[in-house]
């Protein structure tokens, strides 16, 4: 044991850790001094020499068992923003997480979520366990919000929802599903989309691959390359999709080719498996967005969906979303319940109450339902006015006649740049904005003020550097 | 495909139906081999309950307090913490590893206020998914840096246990606990099988009031458990649920953390708000696994950032808020100890109740057990036929293994409840 403990302080020094390894490797995250990526407020412990090696004087009965536990990368997503806060640049901007800000860059909670917390309060309801399943209310309004409260999917009481925690746990929810009762089946993931996809999949060993979404050369729709990999998947493969608002390209398929997506799936017997992360955020209309998820229940197809609340109603700590799965009929729905139940227990035994409970009052209520639309409205449309914005700045400002007009193409909270890691870099290094390695920009995080600084250096970024 | 065909022309009814491409092979259901799943033995006994329209029903089942009159209680600490908040914060996302603040307080309350592991940073700590979340993050930890490890679980335990490891596919091996002629500790069986576990074994134990028997290891008991795990250089993960509620002292309650701690042990610890603050539906909780030094500590963390990443993303924040304003907070951390006593008082009145009740009624059986026991739960030695002959002819309900969560007994109830434990038991 003794010799354990010596060998936790040799190997604590700065030059071999594999803390610094991993720095060293994360020079890519553009700040020219890698070390300060990591600071909080007191300093980078990583480097720290003083505080490694301490070591208590109690005797270490169990020496560690965890002595090759290496230090995991930061997230690629939610690591930009810690870059961000360790900027001192006042110039500094942080277009990384897809989190709504207000013109004036700050953090926007809902006028009808203020609301419906303060009946809450007033009502000083109890904290009791929800079931497994969720709060009730919110499971109905929630299929209700997606598949519209007229369809026979709701009607026939063919739908499976359990309230799951945000997008994130709901997927994982349903990929535990799929290796439970499809073990071996494949989940097509787009190329690219939001990095979380594959450690979900990753983690509940549910084996994926891609299918060509993105083309660089139009920054639009692979449409046909889409088409293809779906037709050359095996049959039985569940086909992820973004509902709409595609994260991280902003790229959306059009009605006809949605239709024809639903056809190759329909033909090839996959599932469609879609992620609804934005509705009401994309095209500014909560029913408009949903049109896809709906088109595929029309047609009467087997579907999963995972839902969120965190952008569309600002809820985002609350983690508050839905798994829904579209079934055949009313027994099967019943079933399929009773196995998501299964899955979460051992995770979390029931979902948190208070996010749900949030939506139930406001989705519940008509008078707050319809300010809720308005606010959506609005947030949609700053989203937009902000690209028109950045759209005329790069037009303007830009004499080489590239065409820009993506920017106006794309729907949603991000915007999929076109630039590669080293421009991105160089938007971060250079111009102090912070985006994600993929070129992937939140316009969430951009106000009208900062459109011509931010299109600066993207021409910049663009034009010279490659 | 008669089936197909009477599903076909139901769907033929809504106008809605466009598809003319493969329509047909959507029909048969992706899910018939979905067999509907067992209710939860727990959860489901309150599902039941719910259903019943007897007005004599009693619901002993869920460990969720209740207040003499059998209602849902929410602390006074808590409403005027949730008037605090409310308002006052944005709702964006917490860190991976949940609120900081909340964490720290919730590593006092185990450690100690003033814990030189705490001072040292060498404690790995996530804010979890109240209990049940903390030990599915350390299961999947144990499983991904430990592949070859086994859990160790008591007989009985609290049922989630088992779902929890298996579904975090870490095989599961036994040890004695629960003593069925005393109603009692199995101690000896309890060290036989730790000195007999291959060394270096993952064991769980429950730091007081255990789910589901109220039978804990005396002091003394849980220095000789520790001395052994030295010996045998077992893992110890303590599942601390019901901190505050089993004595009314959460420093006393801790006690059999603080033994392991002094004597060297690295541990890992769940721990869980649900029952002693009162909130249930809010999840909080936390996992800290005690670390060598503070490199590991970090290290140790960022990993299990990896794990609740793509489980949750990050946890939700109210109830965190919540534990944080309170525990930061000198007069309402003040205001929470008082409350949580109030709470375990009730629970410790409540068994004196029911065990003079029942030898009062001239039960032949011995019934001391009722206030040897400790914490939320009564392990009453009633078979599982017993408890559905208390169901069905009194309307009351626990789980089968005869588990009585005291927390649902009240001065109200107390008697019919008496009675029928006595008609049941009594006939065998």
Redesign the interface.
Known sequence: MASN?LS?AAS?SPST???TDLLKGKGRLGSGNVGSLFIKDKGN??LNSK??????M???????????????PP?PI?GVSEAFKADNDEKKLNLG?G?YRTEELQ???LDV??KA??LM?ER?E???????EGLAAFNKVTAELLFGADS?VISEQRVATVQG??G??SL?LAA?LIER??PGAKVLISSPTWG?HK??F???RVPWSEYRYYDPKTVGLDFEGMIEDIKAAPEGSFILLHGCAHNPTGIDPTPEQWEKI??VI??K?H?PFFDVAYQGFASGSLDQDAASVRLFA?????IFVAQSY?KNL??????IGAINVV???TD?A???K??L???A???????????ARIVANVVGDPALFDEWKAEMEMMAGRIKGVRQKLYDSLTSKDKSGKDWSFILKQIGMFSFTGLNKNQSDNMTNKWHVYMTKDGRISLAGLNLAKCEYLADAIIDSYHNVS | MALWNAVASRLARHRSWTAGVGSSRAMSSWWHSVEPAPKDPILGVTEAFLADPSPDKVNVGVGAYRDDNGKPVVLECVREAERRIAGSMNMEYLPMGGSVKMVEETLKLAYGDNSEFIKDKRVAAVQALSGTGACRLFAEFQKRFRPESQIYIPVPTWSNHHNIWRDAQVPQRTYHYYHAESRGLDFASLMDDVKNAPSGSFFLLHACAHNPTGVDPSEEQWREISQQFKAKGHFALFDMAYQGFASGDPERDAKSIRIFLEDGHSIGIAQSYAKNMGLYGQRVGCLSVLCEDEKQAVAVKSQLQMIARPMYSNPPVHGALIVSTILGDPELKQLWLKEVKGMADRIIGMRTALRENLENLGSSLSWKHITEQIGMFCYSGMTPEQVDRLTKEFHIYMTRNGRISMAGVTTGNVRYLANAIHVVTEST
């Not at chain 1, 505080?51 to 208590?56: A, N, T, V």
């Not at chain 1, 029309?298 to 087997?302: D, N, Q, S």
């Not at chain 1, 979390?348 to 996010?355: A, K, L």
């Open positions: 403990v936790a604590a850790s594999p803390v412990p990583f505080s490694c090696g301490r070591i208590s109690a005797v270490a009965v169990n020496v560690s068992r965890f002595e090759a536990i290496t230090m995991a997230d939610l997480v989190a953090p926007y909670v979520v203020k917390e303060n309060l000083g109890n904290k009791e366990y929800l079931p497994i026979p925690l945000s994130t746990g994982r535990v009762y499809f979380n450690n979900i990753n983690d509940a639903a056809d329909q033909e017997n599932i029309a047609r009467g197809m087997e965190s600002g809820l985002y700590s609350e983690r079934c055949s009929s099967t019943a079933r399929v009773s196995q139940k299964r899955i227990r051992p995770m979390y035994s029931n979902p948190p109450i208070h996010g």
